[in-house]
């Protein structure tokens, strides 16, 4: 199983950016898992954000994010995304992908900083 994250970058107070991780080695379609985001922020220990299920697709948020950002998926490209609207400059981290299925699995992050 292999994990890529992508669309971090830098964006201003209240903006919005769309992170994506992109799956192999298992088919979200043909298998049981849990796909979440984490975020890691400097001189802190990661911390869940949200995260989405397979069948029924059920999500759930950390308070931090709830009302703000959105995680879904995309079966047919083996993708995961995580629309984040109304950033903060709290919200600045390393951000990652996280996939349990039999094992657990991380990507290698990408970064978002939210500045002035």
């Known amino acids: 199983v292999q994990l890529v994250e992508s669309g971090g970058g830098s964006v201003q107070p209240g903006g919005s950016l769309r992170l994506s991780c992109a799956a192999s080695?298992?088919?979200?379609?043909?298998?049981?898992?849990?796909l979440s985001w984490y975020r890691q922020a400097p001189g802190k220990e990661r911390e869940f954000v949200a995260s989405?299920?397979?069948?029924?697709?059920?999500?759930e948020y950390a308070d931090s994010v709830q009302g703000r950002f959105g995680i879904s998926r995309d079966n047919r490209k083996n993708t995961m995304y995580l629309q984040m609207n109304s950033l903060k400059p709290e919200d600045t981290a390393m951000y990652y992908c996280?996939?349990?299925?039999?094992?657990?699995?991380w990507g290698q992050g990408t970064q978002v900083t939210v500045s002035s």
């Open positions: 996280r996939a349990v299925v039999r094992n657990e699995y």
């Open positions: 989405i299920t397979d069948s029924g697709g059920s999500t």
């Open positions: 080695g298992f088919s979200f379609i043909e298998s049981r898992y849990v």
